[in-house]
């Protein structure tokens, strides 16, 4: 069953004078179908243990293992190829190409191993239909509202079926209406997949929502 472990997670900056200790400590663990948010006010480090954990950066000590696999001990191509198949994002700005139809855009993350072939063009209809666009799929970025396109990046983020979806303040660019419905879908199609979810946010009203709650203080992780 996919699982994430994330053990003592340090993280530091080196400045003219001490190092900028960002990130003390942290450690966490999900299992398959878990989800968990992570509040703490701005500068707190949070987007920076999401970003270790998504191994975008690296920790400067302690480990992050995802499905019993440490990333960081991979070649650049591969520790890539290991973050597209087992991770997906979901930003507070969707990232959306504005020169591809919706439909292309959730296929984005197939491109890199060619051309997606039938099964994977299906699955991106079927998660467009699960969020409620199936109408949109030949729209562009332009032609949708912003609670549109934050449906398109969480489809985007499920498809190639990943262990674990991350999510950098989701619901940090929409109205109230527009917010309760991602926070919902976001909580629900991961867990209707088994994958793990573990998202940042300011909002405590989209934290209720989840599983497990941690807070993250002076760089140190502790539950809230």
């Known amino acids: 069953m996919p699982d994430l472990t994330v053990e003592h997670v340090s993280k530091s900056f080196p400045t003219r004078g001490e190092p900028l200790v960002v990130l003390r400590d942290a450690s966490l663990a999900l299992a398959a179908g878990q989800n968990a948010a992570i509040l703490g006010p701005s500068g707190s480090g949070k987007s920076t243990l999401l970003f270790i954990i998504g191994t975008l950066d690296a920790p400067s000590s302690g480990s992050v293992r995802l499905n019993g696999t440490d990333p960081f001990s991979m070649s650049e191509s591969q520790l890539a190829e290991f973050r597209n198949r087992h991770i997906g994002f979901v930003f507070q700005d969707h990232y959306l190409l504005p020169q591809l139809t919706v439909l292309e855009n959730v296929l984005v993350p197939a491109l890199a191993e060619g051309s997606p072939p039938p099964a994977t063009i299906e699955r991106a209809r079927e ?3 699960r969020v409620g666009l199936a109408e949109r799929l030949e729209h562009r970025p332009a032609e949708l509202s912003g609670g549109e396109r934050q449906r398109v990046g969480v489809a985007r983020a499920l498809l190639l079926k990943p262990a674990l979806i991350l999510a950098d303040e ?8 527009s917010a309760a419905s991602i926070g919902e879908l976001l909580i629900e199609l991961p867990r209707q997949e088994q994958a793990m979810l573990l998202a940042v946010t300011h909002s405590l009203e989209l934290a209720q929502r989840f599983e497990r709650r941690f807070e993250l203080l002076d760089g140190k992780l502790r539950d809230a």
Do not use: H, M, V
């Open 127 to 129: 998660l467009l239909s």
């Open 170 to 177: 989701p619901t940090g660019n929409l109205d109230r209406a």
